[in-house]
């Protein structure tokens, strides 16, 4: 089966600009979740979704963070304004069930701002 | 809220070391715990899990790890390394969130096999 899907891999943008990642779960898998791991510290939660409802967006860190799910399939979060702080690795994972079995993950997102 | 420490950030061995990665978390209830790896260029993996039965659990590539409730640790080992250990390893507790089981990670160590 296809893993999770993100993309692009890697992407250098300007502060004030916007940028959207995308991130494709495995087929089938209701749950998707979105993590950043910032230079060095722990990776971290942003948002859950299960299909196209967001059952928990406590992690996001403020309102230049917009995430989406179409049709309960793949995910978008989209960062508008970017800020230097925004830079990191960005980690989509998908889980089937209610998730206590452990997630597969994406190979990630890097974004640099610059 | 669930928290987990890893004590180790970086970590060098030689071939044929053993190896003991330290994890510990902070939670009242029942967890599931987990050690995901990262090889560099690659994706997060799940190294191995233990969710309930013998504390003493065995991963992939020679791996294990002990759950000591009394000591809310799930240290990771492996008798001897190599250099495709080389790698970044993460410990992870999921606990309930919302009727969801949510994951949580550690800060992650960075292991360095020296041939």
């Known amino acids: 089966e296809a893993g999770v899907t993100q993309f692009p891999s890697h992407s250098v943008i300007e502060k004030g600009q916007t940028v959207t990642l995308r991130c494709d779960p495995i087929s089938g898998h209701d749950n998707l979740y979105w993590y950043r791991r910032v230079m060095g510290k722990e990776i971290k939660f942003l948002l859950h979704f299960v299909k196209e409802s967001k059952q928990d967006e406590s992690g996001m860190p403020n309102n230049r963070f917009l995430a989406e799910r179409t049709g309960g399939t793949y995910s978008t979060l989209k960062v508008q304004p970017a800020e230097l702080e925004d830079s990191g690795v960005y980690f989509c994972?998908?889980?089937?069930?209610?998730?206590?079995?452990?997630?597969?993950f994406g190979s990630g997102t890097r974004l640099t701002v610059v | 809220a669930q928290s987990v420490s890893q004590h180790n950030h970086h970590v060098i061995l030689s071939e044929a070391a053993s190896l003991e990665l330290g994890c510990n978390y902070s939670?009242?209830?029942?967890?599931?715990l987990f050690w995901y790896v990262q090889y560099p260029g690659q994706h997060l993996q799940l190294l191995l899990k233990?969710?309930?039965?013998?504390?003493l659990v065995k991963g992939i590539k020679g791996f294990e790890a002990e759950f000591i409730k009394s000591k809310f640790s799930f240290n990771l080992r492996k008798p001897s390394v190599q250099w495709s250990d080389t790698a970044e390893y993460f410990c992870a507790v999921t606990a309930y969130s919302g009727g969801y089981q949510k994951v949580t990670f550690g800060t992650g160590t960075k292991l360095q096999v020296i041939p």
């Open positions: 994972a998908s889980s089937q069930g209610r998730g206590g079995y452990g997630y597969t």
């Open positions: 939670y009242g209830g029942t967890v599931n």
């Open positions: 233990y969710f309930s039965g013998d504390p």
